[in-house]
C-alpha cells in the first residue's frame, strides 16, 4: 500500500522559513518524480514545485520561484520543500504528489499518489 505522509506544516510569521518533508512508503521512490502543490480556501489546487525521479531536474511555480526549493533524498524515500521569505498568500494546505516517470508538471490529472496535507499558516 502507497502512502506519502507529509510533515513540518504549521504557523510562522511573514517572512519566515518553514521546511515540509513527505516520505513515501510502498513504492519504488526513485521511479518517481515527485511535486508539491497547495490549496487555500476557496481556492483551486495549484502547482507548486516538481524534481525529476534523480534529483537533476526542478521546476517551480513562477509564485515561488527563488523563496522555495524542492530537494530529496532516495535513500531515505523522502522529498523536501524549504519555503523560506513567506508570504500570508502562502497560507495552505501542501499536498505531496508522486508521478510515475512522467513529467507532465503542472498537471494534476495525471498524479499516481497523493498525500493527505499539511497545513501551512502564514500570518502577517
Known amino acids: 500500500q502507497v502512502q506519502l505522509v507529509e510533515s513540518g506544516g504549521g504557523l510562522v510569521q511573514a517572512g519566515g522559513s518553514l521546511r515540509l518533508s513527505c516520505a513515501a512508503s510502498?513504492?519504488?521512490?526513485?521511479?518517481?518524480?515527485m511535486g508539491w502543490f497547495r490549496q487555500a480556501p476557496g481556492k483551486e489546487r495549484e502547482f507548486v514545485a516538481a524534481?525529476?525521479?534523480?534529483?537533476?531536474?526542478?521546476v517551480y511555480a513562477d509564485s515561488v520561484k527563488g523563496r522555495f526549493t524542492i530537494s530529496r533524498d532516495n535513500a531515505k524515500n523522502t522529498v523536501y520543500l524549504q519555503m523560506n521569505s513567506l508570504k500570508v498568500e502562502d497560507t495552505a494546505v501542501y499536498l505531496c504528489a508522486a508521478k510515475n516517470l512522467r513529467w507532465t508538471w503542472p498537471r494534476d490529472n495525471d498524479v499516481s499518489f497523493w498525500g493527505q496535507g499539511t497545513q501551512v499558516t502564514v500570518s502577517s
Open positions: 524534481i525529476s525521479w534523480g534529483g537533476g531536474s526542478t
Open positions: 510502498g513504492m519504488f521512490f526513485s521511479t518517481y518524480a
